[in-house]
C-alpha cells in the first residue's frame, strides 16, 4: 500500500479517519504491520521520539490499524495518535521494519479467548439464575420442599463452572 492510495487527515470531523481502505472481505486472520505515532510527531525539536511498529492478526486492514491505533493509544494514555500509512502494510516487517517492532499477537489472542471465556461465563450466568429462580421465593429464601432441586442445580453449575476457572487459569498471560 502506498500513500497515493490512502488519504490521513490529521483531524477529528465526522468523516472517517482513514480513507480508501482496500475492500477486504476475506475472514481469515494474516498478519499486518501497523505503524502508529503519537504526540511526539508535533515535537519542533527535533528530539521527538519515532513512531511505534506493531505486528499483529486481522482480517483486514482496517481492523488491523483499528487494533493498533487503540493499543497505542491506551499504551500512550492519549487519544492523539495516527496510523502512518506509508508505513503500514499487510505482511510482516520486511527489510529495515524487521528490527524493532512490538508483536501483538500473542496478547490479542490472549484478548479473544479471555472475551470468549467472559461470554462464556455470562451465558452460564444467565442459565443458572434461570434456572435457580423457580426454587427461591420473592424474600430470596429457598422452601425446605425445593432445597434438593436447588442444591443439584447448584452442584450442577459448580461443575460445569469448575471448567471455566481452570481455562481462566491457563490464560494468566505466563507460558
Same mark, same amino acid.
Not at 521527538?48 to 505486528?55: I, L, N
Not at 443439584?152 to 460445569?160: G, L, P, Q
Given at each position: 500500500m502506498?500513500?497515493?492510495?490512502?488519504?490521513t487527515?490529521e483531524r477529528?470531523?465526522?468523516?472517517?479517519l482513514?480513507?480508501n481502505?482496500p475492500?477486504?472481505?476475506?475472514?481469515?486472520?494474516?498478519?499486518?504491520?501497523v505503524?502508529v505515532?503519537g504526540?511526539?510527531?508535533?515535537?519542533?525539536?527535533g528530539?521527538?521520539?519515532s513512531?511505534t511498529?506493531?505486528?499483529?492478526?486481522?482480517?483486514?486492514?482496517? =481492523?488491523?490499524?483499528a487494533?493498533a491505533?487503540?493499543?497505542?493509544?491506551?499504551?500512550?494514555?492519549?487519544?492523539?495518535?495516527?496510523?502512518?500509512?506509508?508505513?503500514?502494510?499487510?505482511?510482516?516487517?520486511?527489510?529495515?521494519? =524487521?528490527?524493532?517492532?512490538?508483536?501483538?499477537?500473542?496478547?490479542?489472542?490472549?484478548?479473544?479467548?479471555?472475551?470468549?471465556?467472559?461470554?462464556?461465563?455470562?451465558?452460564m450466568?444467565?442459565?443458572?439464575?434461570?434456572?435457580?429462580?423457580?426454587?427461591?421465593?420473592?424474600?430470596?429464601?429457598?422452601?425446605?420442599?425445593?432445597?434438593e432441586?436447588y442444591?443439584?442445580?447448584?452442584?450442577?453449575f459448580?461443575?460445569?463452572?469448575?471448567?471455566?476457572v481452570?481455562?481462566?487459569s491457563?490464560?494468566?498471560?505466563?507460558?
Amino acid at each position: 500500500m502506498t500513500s497515493e492510495h490512502l488519504e490521513t487527515p490529521e483531524r477529528y470531523g465526522g468523516e472517517p479517519l482513514y480513507g480508501n481502505l482496500p475492500a477486504d472481505y476475506r475472514q481469515n486472520e494474516r498478519p499486518f504491520t501497523v505503524t502508529v505515532i503519537g504526540p511526539e510527531r508535533h515535537d519542533c525539536t527535533g528530539r521527538s521520539g519515532s513512531a511505534t511498529r506493531y505486528v499483529l492478526d486481522a482480517c483486514s486492514t482496517e =481492523k488491523a490499524w483499528a487494533a493498533a491505533l487503540a493499543w497505542h493509544m491506551a499504551a500512550e494514555e492519549t487519544p492523539d495518535c495516527m496510523v502512518v500509512a506509508d508505513e503500514s502494510y499487510e505482511g510482516l516487517p520486511q527489510g529495515d521494519h =524487521k528490527l524493532g517492532h512490538t508483536d501483538l499477537r500473542a496478547a490479542h489472542k490472549r484478548r479473544r479467548e479471555l472475551d470468549d471465556l467472559a461470554d462464556d461465563a455470562t451465558e452460564m450466568l444467565a442459565r443458572y439464575d434461570c434456572l435457580t429462580s423457580v426454587y427461591v421465593t420473592d424474600d430470596g429464601q429457598v422452601p425446605p420442599e425445593w432445597r434438593e432441586a436447588y442444591d443439584n442445580t447448584r452442584r450442577s453449575f459448580w461443575r460445569d463452572g469448575w471448567g471455566l476457572v481452570r481455562n481462566l487459569s491457563s490464560l494468566d498471560g505466563r507460558d
